[in-house]
Every structure is written in C-alpha cells, then in structure tokens.
C-alpha cells in the first residue's frame, strides 16, 4: 500500500502565495512521475503541473510562469509553490504519483485526499 497526503492549502487573497506540500509514504520501490492536479466546483479534474524522475516539468497554460513544481526524491515529496494567485485558481488540489511497489512490483497511481485553495478578498 502507499498513500499520498498533501498539506499547505488555505484562504489567500488575490495576488498572493501558497506553498502546497505532498509526501508519499508506504511501500515504494521508485517514484516516476509526480503531479498536481486541481477541481473547481462544476468542473472536471485538470492537470496543474507534473514533474518526472528526472526533473523535467510540464505546466498548464494558465498556471505557467506563475505556478512551480519541484520534489525532494530523498524525502519521496512533491511541492507546488504558488504565486500571483488569482480567484480562478480556486480549487481542491490533488496530488497523484506514479509509484512502483515494493512489496508486488505493480505501478500504482495513488491519489491525495486533496487541500482546498481559495482564493478571494
């Protein structure tokens, strides 16, 4: 079993920063991929932001330049430090990992019980 928990959401105002946390635990072989991904109210599930074994990153449109990914791979974490937020950027956020067991050796693709962000004046 691994699990994911992610931590550091909260009630910014507009033009402020957060900094989202989430560490995987459990079982794990190796850590590939790991990403954020976020829920509005009424809307589907969307990718944030995503960050392989290796360090490269991919960003939404609407969150490049403003939103960055990184990761500790001692610590098994993924980070999303958040800036010039804005009231769109609203959301649960969720974390996801592409896992490798230790204990059956399948990919797993667990997911966070997500963080709320607001943000609002």
């Known amino acids: 079993q691994v699990q994911l928990v992610e931590s550091g959401g909260g009630l910014v105002q507009p033009g402020g920063s957060l900094r989202l946390s989430c560490a995987a635990s459990?079982?794990?072989?190796?850590?590939?991929?790991m990403g954020w991904y976020r829920q509005a109210p009424g809307k589907q599930r969307e990718l944030v932001a995503r960050i392989t074994g290796g360090g490269s990153t991919t960003y939404s449109g609407s969150v490049k330049g403003r939103f960055t990914i990184s990761r500790d791979n001692s610590k098994n974490m993924v980070f999303l430090q958040m800036n010039s937020l804005k009231p769109e950027d609203t959301a649960v956020y969720y974390c996801n990992a592409d896992i490798y067991s230790s204990s059956t050796g399948e990919l797993l693709m667990p997911w966070g019980q997500g963080t709320q962000v607001t943000v609002s004046s």
């Open positions: 459990g079982s794990i072989f190796v850590i590939n991929a």
